[in-house]
Structures are given as structure tokens and as C-alpha cells.
């Protein structure tokens, strides 16, 4: 009988282990019973993986578990970074402006700005989209516009961040982007024969986005609105602009 009492010790051992094991797994493994940092881990190896959802979730239960200090700062910035990167880009921007409004002072609050800036602001595969036929009046350029505003914010206020460079060329292309709008409205107003509301538009363009590549549209369209109205003497003038300016111009071919 020594034999059994000797197995059945040993089962109930091993079973006293499992479920031991089973316990501290299960513990482990329960958000109640994580920390600020585990928190930050899991929250980091999911937005790694690509799960910007679960990502999302983690950093907010981290927030709402751990409201106050470093790591709730960090999981707002980073939740910021897991919107833009689900192609989130109204979140992403609201979580910036939440992360620059209650922690105007943080260290990384250039970082906050270029995420606001790069989550308003996808680079275009061709300006010339922007006047393909649909009326260019109805695109709402709000957050393109909101995007300028905070990658201006971060060039004055941190020139030496490592994010100003790339800023810099983010503007530039924003401002490609609204004064092709612009450009679009002007030949929309063409194509409805609304020649001085077009010239009007092409002038603002000009006045206001100086160095864009939409300065040499404007003029085209300033020339064949002057045709079209035969005002060839204004037709000239603008003309001689453009040579002058764009002596490669297709515009030039045209008229």
C-alpha cells in the first residue's frame, strides 16, 4: 500500500502545481492585474503587429487605469501615432490636439505637432487631380488646412527639431495642393464662361502663393480668359509674363 499512498501524493502534487500554474497564468494574463508599463508593452507590440485597434485599447485602458504621470502622457502620444497610422486622420488630430492641450510644456510637444501635421495631410500622386472634372469648390481642404497650421507651429517654434525639416516640405506641398484648388475653381468658372470671377481667382493665386507651382496655371488661365473676351492687349501682357517666367510653358504652345 506504500506504493499508492506514495502515487497518490505525487498526483495531488502535480495537480496542486497545475493548478498553482494555472493561477499565476491566469493572473498574469488579467488586465486588472497589469501595470503601467505592461500596459505600454502590450499596447506597443500590437501597434508593431499592425493591430492598431487593440493598440488603441491597451493605451486606453492604461490611461484610465493609470490617469495621472508619465505613462498616461506617453499613451496619449502614442495613441495619436496608432490613429494616423490606421488611417484614423480626424482621431489622430483630435488626439494631438487633446495630447498639446493638456501637456502644452512636454518635452516631445514638437512630435505632437508633426503628428497633427502628417495625420491632416496626404501628399497627392498628381496636383493635376485636383481639376480633373469634378467641381473643385465642393473639396474641402479643412484639414489640409489645419495640417499647415500645426506644421507651421512646429517651424517657428522648434526650427531645431528633428521633425522641421521634413515639415518644411510638407507645407510646400500643402500650399501646391490649396493653390491648385484655387486653380481649379478658376478654370471651373471658365468652363461656365464666368471669365472675371476666373481672372479674379487666377490673381489670388498669385498674390497669395507666390512660390507654388500653380503660379504658371494661373497665368494660362488668365490668357485664355483674356482671349475669350478679346482683351488682346491683356492677353499680350500675360503672355509675355509667362514666357518670361516659364519659357517651357505648354500654355505657351497653346495660344
Not at 104 to 123: E, I, M, R, T, W
Request: charged fraction near 20%.
Amino acid at each position: 500500500m506504500l506504493w499508492y499512498k506514495f502515487f497518490a501524493t505525487l498526483v495531488l502534487a502535480s495537480l496542486f502545481a497545475v493548478g498553482t500554474g494555472c493561477a499565476r497564468f491566469e493572473r498574469a494574463n488579467n488586465p486588472d492585474n497589469w501595470t503601467a508599463d505592461q500596459f505600454l508593452n502590450k499596447a506597443r507590440n500590437a501597434l508593431n503587429s499592425e493591430n492598431y485597434e487593440q493598440a488603441i485599447d491597451y493605451y486606453q485602458q492604461l490611461e484610465g487605469r493609470f490617469p495621472y504621470g508619465s505613462h498616461a502622457e506617453q499613451a496619449q502620444l502614442e495613441t495619436t501615432f496608432a490613429y494616423y497610422r490606421s488611417g484614423e486622420r480626424g482621431l489622430a488630430m483630435a488626439a494631438a490636439d487633446r495630447f498639446l492641450q493638456m501637456h502644452p510644456a512636454h518635452p516631445q510637444v514638437d512630435y505632437a505637432y508633426y503628428l497633427k501635421g502628417v495625420s491632416g495631410f496626404d501628399p497627392p500622386t498628381g496636383l493635376m487631380a485636383l481639376i480633373s472634372g469634378v467641381d473643385p469648390s465642393t473639396t474641402d481642404t479643412t484639414l489640409a488646412r489645419e495640417s499647415f497650421g500645426a506644421l507651421r507651429e512646429l517651424t517657428t517654434r522648434f526650427p531645431s527639431s528633428r521633425y522641421a525639416q521634413d515639415a518644411s516640405v510638407r507645407m510646400t506641398q500643402i500650399l501646391d495642393v490649396l493653390a491648385m484648388q484655387d486653380i481649379g475653381i478658376a478654370r471651373y468658372y471658365l468652363s461656365l464662361g464666368a471669365y472675371i470671377a476666373s481672372i479674379n481667382r487666377a490673381k489670388y493665386v498669385i498674390e497669395k502663393y507666390q512660390k507654388t507651382k500653380a503660379i504658371e496655371h494661373a497665368l494660362g488661365v488668365m490668357v485664355t480668359a483674356y482671349q475669350r473676351m478679346g482683351l488682346e492687349q491683356l492677353r499680350l501682357d500675360t503672355l509675355r509674363v509667362l514666357r518670361l517666367n516659364y519659357p517651357d510653358s505648354h500654355y505657351l504652345k497653346s495660344s
